[in-house]
């Protein structure tokens, strides 16, 4: 299922972003070659943005390929370092459940209801802003299906992000 999951994300990633491309090829062309600036590009662009950075996130916190302070986890033993992984995945899941999923979606909500609009192209902002929510409840499964496999897994074979070396941390000065 994780596969799938992936699959789709990065494809969907990989159409936004070129979606992203065009439009602000067309954006260029459009005002310093035909000096007629396009109207909607400049709205279309930076929300297309949002929607890769977010997905992008959840893409990557899926994959392990975020950003992370590992000094300590490289200075635990296997068994606290498992500990250590699991409880870091449990306060992703905290905080990108109330901050994405259950913030993201009232504002979903609120500016659905309150049918609002953005300047431009006359679409719901809740459309704009569902990215939130898609993305938290992306992340919150990579999450959960990390946990799954840390507790399946041996002690042993779970990797701290880098192994701490003591000549590449001061570095030759």
Sequence with gaps: MRKIID?????????????????????????YILNAPST???????FLLIWVSLLGAAY???????????VLPTRLNPPNRKKLNILINLIIIAFVGSVFVIGGGMLVWITYTYLQLTPTLQIPMAFVYAIGPISGILIIYY???????????????????????QEEFTGSI
Excluded: C
């Design 7 to 31: 699959a789709v994300t990065r494809y969907a990633l990989v159409f936004l972003m070129g979606l992203l491309v065009i439009v602000v090829v067309w954006q260029v062309f459009s005002r």
């Design 60 to 70: 990557y916190s899926g994959k392990n390929q975020h950003i992370a302070i590992n």
């Design 40 to 46: 909607f590009t400049d709205e279309l662009a930076r």
């Design 143 to 165: 999450k959960l299906t990390d946990i799954m496999d840390l507790l399946r897994s041996d002690p042993e074979e779970v990797e701290g992000e880098h192994q701490f070396d």
